[in-house]
């Protein structure tokens, strides 16, 4: 698992903004006129018709597309009752998991009240503003009380997803995992270590699919729950056992299924060995589970294991879960989360594990192949089906038991639309530093003199990103590193004024003479370029010695890139490179090129660029769709500019990559409008395909667009990735942001990896 230090941790939630979320206007607000509608008079007509039809607040108001993520702050993570004020930042965390996944919005909501008929009636009376109300982190029994009566009372879905959501993704792993051994639910012998309210939910659910109750034998701190016990709770009582059983070790023999929901490192591998054949072991434990997965997996082969942990197989992982049965409970109106819905949450999950995995769901971890067995058990959380497979089965559901007040008729339409909402084309970045950490390379830091350098570098060791090398002085990397407790254990350093450095520098002056000496450059000159950062850089990548470079952050782009372009040069089949940024916007994401390299590129350089953009873009496991901009639409001005060479560029695209999603001149309306487009311009190449691809006339416009989308604040920037160079390189803003390193970090890793292949 990633380690992160106390201090990134507060670092992450205290800059900047403090918190995690905030609220958007979605309506126009700039004059007089729209505060007239937004408020008084006009939002008088509004509530008028709330009023005469109180089903008419799902269309005028955010209601239907708002939940509430409730805590006491009695049971927060693992760090028991913390109180409501400390428990905050695992809720807003949670709205930030919804927003992200499904496109809900959420209001974190914080009660000071452990009583639970008193909490009851904070969350009723609150109920008319939400959609749904997400219990979250309450301990138990007073979860199970709090969520009985709430689900009696109100007529929106409530949901305890502590208890329901592990119960709903485990209960699919458990459904693979008994079809890939052949045993069945109704005659398997389950054992449970915990008897909290995860535990509890996950055994009810089993038992609607089938797990008999005299096979199940739950264990708490304190032994079995069996008849000799006097000390049990109400909801304790409900899974006595009669079987003569007061260990952990003693229920564990001969049973089929382990589930844990309690703490690490306390099954052995005995009591593993003792287990029935084809074991199915689900330990869930965080950060350590019950029995570590390496001891498990060596302790049988024919074992079957699941953790709660992303760094090995068959993460049970409740991202799977609450923020597509939200969404399927949302867009149906339902009055409630029922068991025929979390049902169908289950069966969609097991049969998403079943079917053929996207490339891009196997790129992302670095997996040449990922098909259903012992190691896939569900999917995973960066799957991008989930939410067009996992929503609509809730929604159906909803529709079937009758707790839908606003039915989909076509689920097509319902399905794409779901693809439009806010999902994985917006965690782009993750997709990336995920595909990183599973092939991480070495990568040059050229400016780690630099505080914000040395702190990227730490965050991508951290993370697993890459290794990096250092090139700076030694004494002032090493002081920076202590004063600012950089934690960076032995880093390599390569120090170019060191004494010990003469032989290397020579031999790459000598290399970098043979490539320059025509070119005007003396073997002095060459020596000369072994003590600039950026020369020695590229040519530790160049004599692969390193698989990538950064640099820039602190010189010019083109006094960068140029010894770039002399040591590794530009790749054979293209003539030139250019510069391109990734906007991630509400939308998704957005390509922009070129924005950093062609000031006035011809068409036969537009071409290239073109070419070049669209392959990177498939790096990410997205197919380009590419519109070139301008201030007129298809020959629509004949006078003199830079159209020209778009329309030369466009026709020549057309001719020779026929397959390439792409056409212009147009202007910027016609981009991000498809309807729009299709109806005035129906003969376009794109048709009415939503554009994720901007391509500029000259560097002028890219540039400007680029940073007022990253200036006003409408898109995160990522960028700039240099294309068509041989090997990878990149140079940074002047100035880059830690997090803004880290990103052109992981995309240098990206494309290390990529350049291995082509080689």
């Known amino acids: 698992m990633v380690k992160i230090s106390r201090q990134e941790a507060l670092d992450y939630h205290s800059q900047g903004r403090p918190g995690k979320v905030e609220v958007v206007p979605t309506k126009p607000h700039s004059n007089q006129y729209d505060l007239s509608l937004a408020y008084t008079p006009g939002v008088a007509q509004p509530c008028l018709e709330i009023k005469n039809n109180p089903q008419e607040v799902y269309r005028y108001t955010s209601k239907g597309n708002l939940v509430a993520v409730v805590s006491n702050g009695t049971a927060v993570l693992g760090l028991g009752d913390i109180g409501p004020e400390a428990g905050k930042p695992v809720m807003e965390g949670k709205g930030l998991l919804f927003k992200t996944f499904a496109d809900i919005d959420v209001f974190d909501i914080e009660v000071n009240e452990k009583d639970p008929q008193r909490l009851i009636e904070v969350v009723k009376a609150i109920a008319p503003t939400f959609g749904g109300i997400n219990l979250e ?195 149906v109106r339902a009055s409630a989360i029922n068991e025929e819905m979390k049902i169908a949450a289950v069966r969609a999950l097991a049969q998403l594990a079943r079917e053929d995995v996207p490339d891009m769901v196997c790129q992302a971890y670095n997996l040449t192949n990922l098909s259903f067995g012992r190691e896939y058990l569900i999917p995973k959380p960066l799957d991008p089906r989930l939410i067009t497979t996992v929503a609509p089965a809730v929604a159906k559901a909803a529709i079937e038991t009758g707790v839908a007040r606003q039915p989909i008729t076509d689920w097509e339409e319902y399905r794409h639309q779901l693809q439009k909402r806010l999902g994985i084309d917006n965690m782009l970045i993750l997709h990336i530093r995920s595909k990183a950490q599973q092939n991480p390379k070495r990568v040059v830091f050229a400016e780690a003199n630099n505080f914000k350098v040395l702190k990227a570098a730490e965050a991508v060791v951290r993370e697993g990103i890459a290794h990096p090398v250092l090139i700076g002085e030694k004494e002032t990397i090493h002081r920076l590193i202590a004063d600012h407790q950089i934690h960076l254990a032995d880093p390599e350093i390569v120090d170019l004024f060191d004494p010990g450095m003469a032989e290397r520098r020579e031999s790459y002056a000598q290399l970098l003479y043979q490539k320059r000496s025509r070119k005007g450059m003396t073997l002095e000159d060459a020596r000369d370029c072994m003590l600039n950062r950026d020369y020695f850089g590229t040519m530790m990548v160049e004599n692969g010695e390193a698989d990538a470079f950064l640099s820039g952050f ?41 924005t950093t390299v062609n000031i006035r590129p011809s068409a036969k350089e537009l071409v290239e660029i073109t070419l070049l953009t669209a392959r990177e873009i498939r790096k990410f496991n997205i197919e380009p769709v590419m519109a070139f901009a301008s201030f007129a639409n298809f020959g629509s001005y ?44 129906p003969f376009t190449r794109i048709g009415n395909k939503d554009v994720n691809t901007i391509l500029f006339p000259d560097l002028t416009s890219g540039n400007i667009l680029y940073k007022s989308l990253k200036g006003v604040g409408a898109a995160e920037a990522i960028g700039p990735i240099l294309l068509g160079m041989k090997k990878p390189v990149h140079i940074l803003q002047m100035e880059s942001e830690v997090r803004e390193i880290v990103n052109m970090a992981a995309i240098a890793v990206v494309d290390a990896q990529s350049a291995g292949k082509r080689e």
Request: some cysteine.
């Open 137 to 331: 982190d309450i301990k138990a029994p007073e979860c199970f009380e709090v969520e009985e009566q709430l689900k009696k009372e109100l007529d929106i879905p409530v949901f305890h997803d502590d208890q329901h959501g592990t119960a709903i993704i485990s209960a699919a792993a458990l459904l693979n995992a008994l079809s890939l051994v052949g045993k069945e639910t109704g005659e398997i012998r389950v054992v449970v270590s915990g008897a909290g309210a995860a535990a509890v939910s996950c055994i009810r659910l089993y038992f609607t699919l089938g797990v008999h109750p005299r096979n199940v034998v739950m264990v708490d701190s304190k032994g079995a729950l069996n008849r000799r016990r006097t000390d049990l709770n109400k909801v304790k009582m409900e899974f006595v056992t009669d079987r003569e059983v007061n260990t952990l070790a003693e229920a564990m023999v001969g049973a089929d299924v382990f589930l844990g929901l309690s703490a690490g490192n306390i099954v052995t591998p005995e009591m593993i060995l003792s287990m029935a054949p084809q074991p199915i072991v689900m330990a869930m434990a965080n950060p350590d589970p019950e029995i570590p997965y390496d001891v498990a997996v060596a302790t049988r082969s024919d074992i079957i294991m699941a953790t709660g942990r992303s760094d090995f197989p068959n993460q049970v992982n409740n991202v799977l879960g609450f923020p597509f049965i939200f969404r399927g409970a949302l867009d």
């Open 554 to 594: 602190s010189r010019k782009y083109s006094d960068t890139i140029r010894p770039a372009l002399h040591v590794v040069g530009v790749e054979e089949t293209f003539n030139q490179i250019a510069g391109m940024y990734i906007m991630i916007t509400k939308k998704g994401p957005l390509f922009l090129a070129d």
């Open 638 to 681: 004949q006078g003199p500019g830079d159209h020209r060479e778009v329309r030369e560029a466009v026709a020549l695209l057309h001719r020779d990559h026929p397959d390439l999603l792409v056409d212009g001149e147009m202007q910027a309306n016609y981009i991000f409008d498809p309807e729009l487009r299709q109806q005035k311009f």
